[in-house]
Structures are given as C-alpha cells and as structure tokens.
C-alpha cells in the first residue's frame, strides 16, 4: 500500500526554527508537495521537489532524499501566523497525489 | 486570492435531498478536482477530470455524482447522503497532469458540508 508518514502535531516558539519530518512508501515518484493550510481555509502550495536536495524559498525551505523515502520543511523565524496544518503529499506513477494526514503546528509566543 | 472558487460555502442538508457542489477556476487550467476532507485524515481524492474527460473515480458512492461541462467548471451532485458524508469538500485545478511541476494543484476555499 502507499503511506504518507508526518507528525500529528508540534510546537514551537515565536522567533525559533522548526523542521517537519514526512517519510513515504509510494508506488513511484515523480515529486513531492509542501502545503500549508490555516485551519478552515484552503491548502495552499509551499513547495515542490522532484530532485534531491534542499529549495529555499524565503524563510521556508524543503529538502528531498528520495533514496531515503524522505522530505522536510524547515520553517525559519517563526511567526504566530505560522501556526497552521503543513501537508505533505507525493506524485505516485499515475500522477496521483497521495497525502499525508498533516502536521498541526503550534506556534507560543 | 487563490483563482479557484466554490459555492455555497456552507451547506447543511436533509439525507433526502439533492443538492449541487460548484466550482470554477480562473486559471487556465486542463485538470480539476474533487477532494474530501474529514478531521485528522488525509484528503481524500475523489475524481479527477482531465480536459473535461474523468480519468480518475476512486470508488465512490454513486450518491455522490461529478460533471464537468468545461475546463473551467466542476460540479459535484449530491443525493440521499448520509451523516458519514459531513466533511469539507474541496475542488484543486492543476495546470495539466503528467509531472514536470505542471501537477501542482491550487485548491478553492471548500464546502463545508453538514447532512442530518
């Protein structure tokens, strides 16, 4: 079967940098998806890797082992308007999102 | 402004009615689709339309029924559902489908669906 591991939920503090794990077992790859999703509103796209390495786009970044079946998002400088659910999703072989559950993000002052 | 939007934004209905989800998107786009969304669970990916032909239907309930008149349009009917059915339903559109970032979906704000 095809799985999306994140962690349910972390906290962090205002100012401070965190990093969400997602692990995956999919049925091929051809990239993964970063979103960001305030509670009631809709996802919205961060980021997307195909190749291995790390993308940096302003105080986000995400990185990409696809050897290791592994990703993350490493938010910098956090800010309370950070706090959100951070989904992580994969491109299967026919081009199919396969979607992690997300990672609720709580961010202290 | 995310160039997707969804009507009504929230919805509350009988299990004998029948009701219709809209969506449209501003983008240009040649794939849309349709996602359900419960509470700690990964979105559930329901149809996919690929220049207005389905491509994907992953075994849902007939009571739930997608029509795409165009590129620009997606309809979701609903009929006697039930109160497992409450959740967000959310409509994405992608440039195409096929890789090369072109799969990067763009989601409208969703319909928050309650069946008594």
């Known amino acids: 079967g095809q799985n999306i591991d994140q962690p349910t939920e972390m906290t962090a503090t205002e100012g401070a940098i965190v990093q969400i794990n997602c692990t995956y077992q999919t049925s091929g790859f051809n990239g993964l998806f970063w979103y960001q999703q305030h509670a009631g509103e809709a996802p919205t796209f961060l980021s997307y890797?195909?190749l291995d390495g790390l993308e940096e786009k302003g105080r986000f970044s995400s990185f990409l082992s696809r050897s290791k079946g592994y990703s993350y998002l490493l938010l910098k400088e956090l800010q309370m308007k950070d706090s959100a659910s951070y989904l992580c999703?994969?491109?299967?072989?026919?081009?199919?999102?396969?979607w992690g559950a997300g990672t609720k993000l709580i961010i202290k002052p | 402004e995310t160039g997707v939007t969804q009507t009504p934004r929230h919805l509350v209905m009988g299990m004998t009615n029948k009701k219709s989800l809209k969506c449209e998107q501003h983008?240009?786009?040649?794939?849309m689709y349709w996602y359900k969304q419960s509470a700690k669970k990964p979105l559930e990916l329901m149809f996919v339309?690929?220049?207005?032909?389905?491509?994907e239907n992953n075994s849902v309930p007939s009571r739930f029924s997608p029509e795409c008149p165009n590129s620009s349009h997606l309809f979701l009917h609903l009929h006697t559902l039930q109160p497992e059915d409450s959740a967000l339903y959310l409509c994405?559109?992608?440039?195409?489908?096929?890789?090369?970032?072109?799969?990067?979906?763009?989601f409208g704000p969703g319909t928050r669906l309650t069946v008594l």
């Open positions: 983008l240009g786009h040649n794939a």
């Open positions: 994405a559109s992608s440039q195409d489908r096929g890789g090369s970032g072109k799969d990067t979906q763009y």
């Open positions: 890797n195909v």
């Open positions: 339309y690929s220049l207005e032909e389905r491509v």
């Open positions: 999703a994969v491109l299967d072989s026919n081009y199919q999102l396969i």
